[in-house]
């Protein structure tokens, strides 16, 4: 005897078992289980109906997760990937962006711990915070800060 294949359905909260998922991603994922034209939406309506896709929660979910080791445009661009209502994202980025500095010195602290003894030292610790995507301006000021906000010149 076989085993039955997973429905849609089925597939889809195996899914939002592991992680919480925004129905794009799951349309993205399932797509190619779909076997009848509309079956895939017609599943994805059900379980949005029953709460089981909830996109304020995707949204918390990222921000929970990555928040504090990523900067504002980098959680951006994570929940712009998911499909996620513009605005909704545009709002939650907006939240993050008032707490950017803590953020970027505590990450900045647990990797180096002491302000840069050179030019060299000051573009690799610059660096490694903006590929994390921590604002270029936020950035300069964790780095002169020595991870202090009152550093001299600071201009906040």
């Keep these: 005897m076989g085993f039955e294949k997973p429905s849609l359905k089925g597939r889809a909260l195996r899914l939002l078992a592991q992680r919480e998922h925004s129905r794009a991603e799951l349309q993205r994922k399932l797509a190619a ?4 034209p509309g079956e895939l939406a017609r599943a994805l309506d059900e379980l949005q109906a029953k709460g089981f896709i909830d996109e304020q929660r995707v949204i918390e979910s990222v921000l929970h997760r990555r928040a504090a080791r990523l900067g ?3 959680v951006r661009q994570e929940l ?3 499909g996620l209502q513009p605005e909704a ?6 939240t993050l962006r008032a707490s950017e ?7 900045w602290r647990k990797k180096f711990g002491q302000a840069p003894g050179d030019a060299s030292a000051w573009a690799r610790q610059a ?4 590929a994390r995507g921590f604002d270029p301006a936020v950035v300069r000021r964790v780095i002169g800060a020595g991870g ?5 010149g600071d201009a906040s």
Excluded: T, Y
């Design 33 to 36: 289980h779909e076997e009848a």
């Design 89 to 94: 994202v545009a709002q939650a980025v907006g």
């Design 127 to 130: 660096r490694f915070l903006v």
């Design 80 to 82: 712009q990937a998911k």
């Design 101 to 107: 500095f803590e953020r970027a010195r505590e990450v």
């Design 72 to 74: 504002a445009s980098r």
């Design 148 to 152: 202090h906000d009152d550093a001299p």
